[in-house]
């Protein structure tokens, strides 16, 4: 099979996977994923442009907070891949970059360096949760998990574990900003993702300190 065509019938396993959902990780949030990685890619011509794209399309697939059973769906992702050609060892680099780019894994003691392919996705997939975009997820997935939209008496929490980052009781939305949005341009690994990012940054502060001016009655 030609790359073109695996990537194609990797796109389409998860639009299948992903359809449907209302947390801010449908297909439109894997196409501006995969956007973001491509530009990224032509900034860096060594990373593997299969590996990358394949792990930007399925990043999301076996993500503990979409599906019930992370194992099962691992299995599922491992198999497909072996169906549409790819060898054990890309099947094993996709599935290590999936397994540990998300932000919670970063609150694990159970961490690993990534290849450059998964810095770039892991790149890409931070872009779409900061700025406008991010902005707007952030509220919708507050919304989709009935967190208050604000509370001054709930402060910030600070190194949380992963369990603690999963549990939305108590939790709010403008909150998320401090406790995550806020921290993901220094996280950034690319220096084309860094310097977006500083936009993107600027973008949420701004929201932020129009918010509370006007929550509090100054705009
Ligand atoms: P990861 O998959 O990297 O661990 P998350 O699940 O934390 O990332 O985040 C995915 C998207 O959901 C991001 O855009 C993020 O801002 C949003 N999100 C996650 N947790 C919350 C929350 N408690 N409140 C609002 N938005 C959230
Ligand atoms: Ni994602």
Redesign the pocket.
Known sequence: MEATEQLAAIKKFTSQKLAGDA???GVDHINRVVTNAKMLLAEEPSANYLITLAAAYLH?VI?D?LVSNVSSAQRDVEAFLGSVEFVPNQVQVVMFIINN?????TLTDDQHPLPLEGQIVQDA?RL??IGAI?IT???Y??GH?S?KIYDPKIKPRQNMTKAE?RN?DN?T?IN?FYE??LKLPEQMNTPVAKRIARGRLETMTTFLEDFKAEWNGLK
């Open positions: 947390t801010g990780h999301d993500d907070k780019m998300s932000f919670s894994k997939d779409d949760a991010g997820r952030a509220i997935y507050g998990h967190e980052y939305l939790e939305i998320h995550k949005l």
